[in-house]
Structures are given as structure tokens and as C-alpha cells.
């Protein structure tokens, strides 16, 4: 029995924020079967944004209920504020992913408060989802800027671990790490991630890395030495962030899948369907930019996965 | 005190060797100055393959003797068999590097003779080498494909062990452990390189890392964990192997000195002047793919190295 380690495909959401395509609703969930074919469980399908700050996404409830309707995941969607996490909460969706950025600065380039007021937002959509009927739906809590700032600098580890002790004790059922800006190494990872998961006891941790300066699957690495077995990922490596100049791309869903399963890992994700579906949508995205190496190079001849996707 | 690491730039070497342009040696030995200027002190400067097989090297003989003239750093050259040794020591090059693959397929394809050959081979260079009069040599022996090969697949760790083992009682002085296929995953990294650091006592242990398949740096953590303090890479991730299909790309030599230096190694390299040189060099060679994410995203506001280039 090899270990189990879990993608979170976040391409639908983070990969679409920055291109210049406007994805019809039907491709953008076209990516999302094509992902949870290849295996994938968890998918990030959508920002409830307003839709006049990022056009992309203002389809996001039209996404998110196709996407239910699969069934075939786990869809969550992310939301910056109140407003979003009820309009999640009214479609019944699983999984609803805040985030706020440990960062002072980037906080409020991103959403206009403080640090400190975005927690008691997220204090106040816990309360509002512990009032609703019916099924728990499940809260991360992101920690974004966590390993450093393009606006600030450096990021105070202790406050990383602080917000993560308050979001878990808001109520977060995940705390997500956030390296939004491609500042993190794998000594800073190895370190701040033992921290947090020992800070916030057994609410599961999972890392959300961009490959800005490369070292992004390094950081996958030392990642996993603290502990984390659940990783962010984007197919084809789309992503960035409007406030993080020059941020291009999310760690490749392709390559992190590979790694994972070279180290050993059970991912349950067929690399050979995750390239294919690559291939649909950079036909759908002309003129971005994508990376990754194994859709280029091919898979090695001692590529050991057992995963087959169900 | 910082704990040193050490960056041995081969571009001039393996990243020229796939290249379409004949590069001129004036071009070739303001590669070597610039990176010598940027702190790197071992350069592997040409190849003593027959030109008939790499016209880029026909110069290699001039290459040689310019950057021995410099004096700024350690000049080292590719040496395949005896006749190459033999010009490598009648320019007194300080050292000389010796290549044989573990894959006896890759090898054979290579130099058209069994690893046991190449082996008995590196004997007679060794002892050639110590019959000379005048400043002992340096001989280092590189084990290429030991992490698998495109042709046969998997290579055997313990095999890899041996012809370290081999080598360094035949008067190797340092072991170079090639990825040249861009097959090694950080799991495998860790074991093999342990075991080769432990078999071969005292004599020093580096690694040659191909990024093919996006895991180079993360090999290089691996590395490092396992103890090694050594690294060939090539400036803008110039590389590949003739033999070798779609293995483009040595690791990148900023981005690799921008990942050691956050991780608190002295490498004494200012990436800022690698990444000046990059552009020259970018723009010598028309048409070439480069890589590397630090050139492209730019140092991080919290970049912390002390490395100031002598």
C-alpha cells in the first residue's frame, strides 16, 4: 500500500484568472470532467468574485452547479468575502476555500482591509455556515503571501502560524499555504510547514505553490518532508496573481502528478489523461503561456505509477 | 560562516554541444571571463571529442589555453577516451573530466564501447596521468545515465555504486554522477547519492543534474540533503545529450545559485551578473531554447545572498 497524496486541481479557478480568453462555461467544465477522469478528486472550479472585477468568472454559479452535477469530484470554489462564501453556501457546494493574505500589503491590494479585519470576515462566514441546515460544508482557510511579499518582503513565519491558529479556531476544516508570489524556498517550506501543521494539530494542511522562480516542485519536496500531503496544482502550470508582478504560473498538475508517483506517492492520477486534456485546453487558450516539462520531454521508460484513474 | 557550495558552469561544454551556431571562440572564452567575473571558479570550457563528430569543439585546443590564460578560474575539459586525455594533458589543464555512462546501451551509443571498456580506459588515462612529470592532474570520473537511461530504462543503483567505487581506485579525484536523461526523482537522488558519497570515502562526490523533466531542482535539494556541496549546471539551462531524445536542458546556473543561496550556501556567485552575461550569451546564439525562471520573474525582494563575485 503506497501512501496516498491529493491534487487539487485549481486551473478552472486560478489558472483562468489571469488570461486573456473568456472560457465558455462548457469548456470550463469540459476541464473539469477531463481532470476527474484522469483521477483528480478535488477541484477548484471557480471564484465568486463580481464579476466586474474578473470577467472570467461570471459564470461562476453556472460552473458550480455543472460541476455538482458531475459528481464524479469534490468541486469547491474560492471566495474573498462574506458575499461569496453565501453565494457558494446557497448552491450547496461541499467546499468553499477563503483566503487572506498574510501579508498586510497584498491584503489590501487585493481586497481593500486589513489582515486582520479579512479574519473576522472569516469569522463571520464560519458563523453563517454553522447557522445553515443540512450538510456541514467544509471551510479552508488560505494563507496567502505566506512566504514572502512582492509588495512587502519578507513575511513573518509567526504570523503565518498565527493566522493558521485562528482560522482552525474559527473553524477552517483545511488550512492552505500559499506561496502566491514565488518567494519560497525549500528550507523556508520544510520549516514554516512543520510549524503550522504543529500548530494546528490534526486539521489537515495542504500547499499552494507557484513555479515563478523554479522552485516550485523543490518546494513540493520539502513540503512533503514536514508532513503536507495535499497539494494545489494547475494543469499546463497556468495561474498567477493580478497583485504579484511577474507571478506566472501554479506548479504544473502534469509534473507534480509525476514526481508524486516517482517518490513513491499513490495520487490516483493517470499522467497520459492529464497531458491529453492539456492539449484541449491550450487549444482553448491561444497565445498563453503554459509550461511544464513531462509534456514535453514524455514520461521516462521507469515511470512507476500504479495509479489508474477511475 | 556559511557552509560553501560550488557551481562548476558547463555550458560552454555541454550546453554548446547540441547548439545550430558555431560559436567563435572569442564568444567562447567571453562566456568563460563573464562567468568567472559573476564568482564561478571551475568551468568546463570544451570538449576533446574529434571535431569531425562536434565541429563546435574544433576549437578546443585554443578554447583551453584562453581560459588557462585568464587565470580567474578552473579550467576543466570533457575528455571521452585516451586520445583526448592525452590533448587535455599536453595543454597542462588542471583538471580533466572523464565521461562513461552506467547504461551499457547509452554507452555503447556513445563511444561505441561496453561501460567495462570505458572503465578500463579510464585506467590507462589515470595512469598516463600519473606517469607525467610536473603538476599532478586533477581526473575526475562521470557516471552518466545513472539515473536511467532513454534507451534501456532503468539502471541498476548498486552498479552505479561500483563503477564509482571503480573510478576512485583507479585515481579518480572527484566522482561526477550525471542525470543525463533527466530520469533521477529527489527519492532516488537522496538513496544513490548516499550510498556513492559513502562508498567512495573522502573523494569529493558532485552531480550533474538535466532538467528535462522539471525535477532538477528539486534533485538538487536531494542532493544536498544526501551531502553533496558540489553542482554542474549551465547558464540559461543550455543542454542536452545527442543520444539522449528531448533531454534539453542542463539546470539552469542562476536559478540554481539563487536556490542555494536561499537555502544559506555560500556559492560566492552574484546571479545578478550571471543574468547580465545571459543576455549576451541569448543573444550569440539565434534560434536556441533557453530556460530559467530567475532571469525571466526577477530576484525576489527577500533574496539574501552575501555572495559578492571577486
Known sequence: MREKAHIREVGPRDGLQMVKTILPTAQKLAWCRGAAEAGIREIEVTSFVPAKIVPQFADAEEVARGALAMGSFRPSVLVPNLRGAER??????????????????????????????????????????????????????????????????????????????????????????????????????????????????????????????????????????????????????????????GATGNIDTEDTVFMLEQLGFDTGVEVEALIALRSDVESWLPGERFSGAIARAGLPKTYRSHSKAA
Open 88 to 245: 457558494a453556501f446557497a448552491l450547496a457546494l461541499p467546499q468553499v476555500n477563503y483566503v487572506l493574505s498574510a501579508s498586510e500589503a497584498h491584503n489590501l491590494a487585493n481586497v481593500r482591509r486589513s489582515t486582520e479585519e479579512s479574519l473576522l470576515d472569516f469569522a463571520r462566514i464560519a458563523a453563517v455556515r454553522d447557522q445553515r441546515a443540512g450538510t456541514r460544508v467544509s471551510l479552508a482557510g488560505g494563507i496567502a503571501t505566506a512566504f514572502g511579499c512582492t509588495i512587502a518582503g519578507a513575511v513573518s513565519e509567526a504570523r503565518v502560524v498565527e493566522i493558521a491558529v485562528r482560522l482552525t479556531e474559527m473553524g477552517a476544516d483545511e488550512i492552505i499555504v500559499a506561496d502566491t508570489v514565488g518567494y519560497g524556498d525549500p528550507g523556508q517550506v520544510r520549516r514554516l510547514m512543520k510549524a503550522v501543521i504543529g500548530a494546528v494539530g490534526p486539521v489537515p494542511v495542504a500547499c499552494h505553490f507557484h513555479d515563478t522562480r523554479g522552485l516550485g516542485l523543490a518546494n513540493v519536496t520539502a513540503a512533503l518532508e514536514a508532513g503536507v500531503r495535499a497539494f494545489d496544482a494547475s494543469l499546463a502550470g497556468l495561474g498567477g496573481c493580478p497583485f504579484a508582478p
